[in-house]
């Protein structure tokens, strides 16, 4: 009798959604499982591999965390996700389950199709895909579009061109999911949950199951064992790109950009995040995540930001060995970073870093 395939779960959803908040909570309570990890992230600093790994939990050490660095995960399959895969299950003692976790910019419908490669299908199915959505921000409208509104505006000037891609990377990872979580649920009333419940539902023609959760808090029973065996349904599940370029260009990211800006040693945490917050709203920066060295402090800050909402933690000691230092991934809108501003803005968060006030670190 061939063995049983091992499950593995599609953790994906925007930027910011809370998808490593998720992802920390499970390993912390896996239900007995061990659990292996590849992580995918969007741009050159992994900072989501790197607070799992240094998360000190049992069931996934270390050495069960893949990263994938490269680029993003559905433009990658051939290059990196098949070759992490087989590695994988060419240890010696197997996981019980594996964990994808996507770059926010990922369609999950390419990754979820390579599940049938030979090289996986015998051995892995796909338990589940789980989409991540941040409830608060979609209740402000941040990454959701009034149609009618666009409608009216094609009307009144055809020659504009009103396609959003973040629209419909959003509308993409829910119709790859089997199950919806509408995260930071504790961040809006139960009028404005609902609200944001029926819009998800209208991204999908399918019925999809949807929980609310506050911080990424759900039990493994919620999230694991869902036994959809998703690589076989994915073809009915198709992205905008597969729609309007069935058999046409690949799949690329050419309208997002990300860069690394690095500083020093952070002197007043309150004034460096409030200066980040006027930089972010500035310009329109999608998403910020990093590292942050607080003099005095013996551990290393977490910074996370999505939009102006910026949370900060202290996560682990600074290692022995570690340089400490405060480095920041900054991804927007290709069209709107441009590599002088790129400059403009590292420049402006090493100053925020080193206690200048947005004024002066503007001049």
């Not at 049983?4 to 007995?32: C, D, E, H, M, S």
């Not at 069960?64 to 660095?69: A, G, K, S």
């Not at 990658?76 to 895969?85: C, E, G, R, S, Y």
């Not at 579009?145 to 055809?158: G, H, L, N, W």
């Amino acid at each position: 009798m061939p063995a049983a395939k091992i499950p593995a779960t599609v953790i994906t959803g925007f930027l910011g959604a809370g998808k490593t908040t998720l992802i920390r909570n499970l390993l912390q309570n896996p239900g007995g499982r061990k659990i292996a990890l590849i992580i995918n992230e969007f741009g050159d600093l992994g900072v989501d591999g790197d607070i799992l790994k240094g998360c000190g939990i049992e069931t996934c050490s270390e050495d069960d965390v893949v990263e994938l660095n490269n680029g993003c995960i559905c433009c990658t399959v051939a290059d990196d996700f098949i070759p992490a895969m087989t590695r994988l299950l060419e240890r010696d003692t197997l996981p019980d389950h594996i964990i994808i976790e996507t770059s926010g910019l990922a369609l999950p419908q390419p990754l979820v199709a390579a599940f049938n490669w030979p090289e996986v299908k015998t051995r892995v199915t796909v338990d589940g895909v789980v989409t991540v959505i941040d409830a608060a921000a979609v209740a402000a409208g941040r990454f959701a579009e009034d149609e009618a509104k666009v409608a009216a505006q094609r009307a009144a000037d055809t020659s504009v061109d009103h396609d959003n891609p973040l629209e419909e990377l959003f509308e993409d990872q829910i119709r790859a999911a089997d199950l919806i979580v509408l995260n930071k649920a504790d961040l809006i009333d139960r009028d404005a949950l609902e609200r944001v419940r029926k819009e998800t539902a209208r991204a999908t023609p399918r019925t999809v199951k949807t929980v609310a959760a506050e911080n990424g808090k759900l039990p493994a029973d919620v999230l694991l064992g869902i036994a959809a065996g998703t690589e076989a349904l994915i073809g009915e599940r198709k992205s905008h790109h597969e729609i309007e370029h069935e058999g046409g260009e690949d799949h690329d990211h050419d309208e997002f950009e990300s860069f690394v800006a690095e500083a020093g040693p952070v002197k007043d945490l309150n004034a460096f995040v409030e200066g980040l917050k006027a930089l972010i709203g500035e310009h329109d920066i999608l998403r910020l995540k990093g590292f942050a060295d607080v003099p005095g402090k013996p551990m290393r800050l977490v910074v996370q930001a999505v939009g102006q909402r910026i949370e900060t933690y202290f996560d682990r000691p600074w290692g022995k060995d570690e340089t400490r230092q405060t480095k920041l991934v900054v991804i927007g809108l290709h069209d709107g970073l441009t590599d002088q501003l790129c400059r403009t803005i590292a420049g402006r968060i090493a100053a925020l870093a080193g206690g200048d006030n947005a004024a002066e670190a503007a001049e």
